[in-house]
T-cell receptor
Framework: NAGVTQTPKFQVLKTGQSMTLQCAQDMNHEYMSWYRQDPGMGLRLIHYSVGAGITDQGEVPNGYNVSRSTTEDFPLRLLSAAPSQTSVYFC??????????????FGPGTRLTVL | KQEVTQIPAALSVPEGENLVLNCSFTDSAIYNLQWFRQDPGKGLTSLLLIQSSQREQTSGRLNASLDKSSGRSTLYIAASQPGDSATYLCAVLDNYGQNFVFGPGTRLSVLP
């Protein structure tokens, strides 16, 4: 199993540009989520999905969109990038719920810089 | 709103020492607590998960305890090794099971 994969690893955008961060898992996990990690603030939940076709907002959803058309993929879209979105983005998955009784698996992260 | 803090922010110890990392949370109504390890430039790796009904979990040289009523968890690392150098994060899942709240982490350096 490849686990949770994310692409790209690094990205530089200009303010106002759009892009999609890709996340895929091959473990047949129902639950997938996106976090951002900023210095001194820990990880904060952006959006999550409990299964294909179902998504919901986390703590910091503004400026981001998600969709879940398949169990395997959970892309994160930035429609109009802002410097405040400069961060490291992590995708995570777990078998059933958000770590209720099972482990969350994290991808390697995407480091995004918005100029 | 749940808040998670970790003390100390950074810790440097010589190889072989036993050490304790601390995690505190403000709302005791949690579903579980999880400890993670993060290596520089990498994602998070789950170390231990403690359900709210449990007091501790052990894995090899790691032992995590949970005192829900006081809002505290500790991660004990026995006989530390240079390979243990990483950032350790704790996270709590609220009772609604919707949102993991992470602490800022403790950066550990184990010196050979």
């Amino acid at each position: 199993n490849a686990g949770v994969t994310q692409t790209p690893k690094f990205q530089v955008l200009k303010t106002g540009q759009s892009m999609t961060l890709q996340c895929a898992q091959d473990m047949n996990h129902e639950y997938m989520s996106w976090y951002r990690q900023d210095p001194g603030m820990g990880l904060r939940l952006i959006h999550y999905s409990v299964g294909a076709g179902i998504t919901d907002q986390g703590e910091v959803p503004n400026g981001y969109n998600v969709s879940r058309s398949t169990t395997e993929d959970f892309p994160l879209r930035l429609l109009s990038a802002a410097p405040s979105q400069t961060s490291v983005y992590f995708c995570a998955s777990s078998l059933t719920g958000q770590g209720r009784s099972d482990t969350q698996y994290f991808g390697p992260g995407t480091r995004l810089t918005v100029l | 709103k749940q808040e998670v803090t970790q003390i100390p922010a950074a810790l440097s110890v010589p190889e072989g020492e036993n050490l304790v990392l601390n995690c505190s949370f403000t709302d005791s109504a949690i579903y579980n607590l999880q400890w993670f390890r993060q290596d520089p430039g990498k994602g998070l790796t789950s170390l231990l998960l403690i359900q709210s009904s449990q007091r501790e979990q052990t894995s090899g040289r790691l032992n995590a305890s949970l005192d829900k009523s006081s809002g505290r968890s500790t991660l004990y690392i026995a006989a530390s090794q240079p390979g243990d150098s990483a950032t350790y994060l704790c996270a709590v899942l609220d009772n609604y099971g919707q949102n993991f709240v992470f602490g800022p982490g403790t950066r550990l350096s184990v010196l050979p």
